[in-house]
């Protein structure tokens, strides 16, 4: 039974790194052995964290189930940054969300592309909703933007003046997210689940349970994996902008990110498409927001200042995702070229003190 189901979700496999973690913190293997397995750990934990967000979807409806999907589909990644914040390790938090974007946008969006041009040619998605969602995305990042250009001329970058312009900005985006939901709710289809997916579907009680164990033990390994960054910063020598920027995320939505891949491969482009682009204006419009006003209450206030290099990376990758995708077609050689914008990205991140 364990071999079927390691078939079926070989992600699973990985749950032995989520019980060797604190393994390794009780008996003092070392911070870079506790970093790597609780790296690992949190990856199935994500996966059962989404698969159980869809059962509970699936059951209480497709407008609620789409309110769900928004608001816990990053669950993992947002448990990760929740305990950064905890420890002040703003410089992490702002560079997984600027990683999260950019993975969604150039690295999932490009393999999907690659690995679904190469099988099937030139791939069709539907352009209008793409076009509706690219438009988003660049007002999302724009409004990132507006606080890391004008905050020096307002004040000290720790003071209450561009703290507070930072939580204007974030209510502004809350909205727009909730407007943007709202508009998707009455003129998209609500996807009506079909009865093979109600009956596939964990119970709800089942699912809540499940969600809600896999979520402590995202807490727990989150914890362990922020304790330790500071440690392989220093090891390696490699910053947090690096960390944030590639690893969180990945981590946090490998599963989501392998589904992306898996859409193309089936010919599902549109389907391919949405999850990452939806996922990255989530990330803009939800996350980035919401962990302002969090992070205020938490008495670590992240203010929407970001990085130079941060904001030429996320105005490049929607430019080219746009470019990409305006045609609603695509094939391998778009896919290759958003990979390779990502690659120089990334190893300008690593490069970076």
Not at 54 to 83: C, K, M, Q, S, Y
Not at 224 to 229: A, D
Not at 273 to 283: D, G, K
Not at 335 to 345: K, M, R, S, T
Request: charge should be negative; avoid cysteine; charged fraction near 10%.
């Amino acid at each position: 039974m364990v071999l079927r189901i390691l078939r079926q979700e070989p992600l699973y496999a990985l749950l032995l790194f989520a019980v060797l973690a604190p393994l390794a913190y009780a008996l003092h293997w070392g911070e870079s052995w506790v970093f790597l397995l609780s790296a690992f750990g949190v990856v199935p934990l994500a996966q059962i964290i989404g698969e159980t967000t869809e059962d509970l979807a699936v059951h209480v409806g497709p407008r609620w189930g789409g309110l769900i999907n928004a608001t816990l589909g990053n669950a993992a990644e947002l448990i990760i940054t929740l305990f950064a914040i905890q420890r002040g390790l703003l410089q992490l938090v702002k560079a997984s969300i600027t990683g999260s974007i950019l993975g969604n946008l150039l690295l999932v969006l490009g393999g999907a592309m690659l690995v679904g041009g190469l099988k099937h040619g030139t791939q069709r998605f539907d352009r209008r909703h793409v076009s509706n969602s690219a438009i988003l995305t660049v007002l999302a990042v724009l409004a990132m933007a507006i606080p890391s250009m004008v905050s020096s001329t307002i004040g000290d970058l720790e003071g209450r003046r561009v703290e507070g312009f930072s939580m204007g900005v974030a209510a502004v985006m809350l909205v727009l997210y909730g407007l943007h939901l709202l508009y998707n709710n009455q003129h998209s289809p609500p996807h009506e689940p079909s009865p093979e997916e109600v009956a596939h579907a964990r119970p709800i009680r089942q699912a809540l349970l499940i969600l809600a164990a896999a979520t402590v033990g995202v807490a727990g390994l989150s914890e362990l994996l922020v304790g330790s960054v500071e440690h392989v910063v220093h090891q390696f020598g490699v910053s947090e902008f690096f960390l944030g920027v590639i690893l969180i995320p990945i981590i946090g939505n490998v599963a989501e990110h392998l589904v992306a891949v898996q859409q193309a491969v089936r010919n599902a482009m549109d389907l391919s498409v949405e999850i990452a682009v939806a996922s990255s204006l989530q990330i803009a419009l939800f996350v980035a927001p919401a962990l302002v006003f969090i992070s205020w209450a938490m008495g670590h206030p992240l203010t929407l200042v970001f990085h130079p290099f941060e904001i030429i990376a996320l105005s490049s990758a929607v430019l080219v995702m746009a470019l990409a995708s305006m045609d609603g077609e695509s094939h391998w050689l778009e896919g290759a070229e958003l990979l390779a914008v990502y690659a120089i990205l990334a190893l300008a991140f690593f490069l970076l003190p």
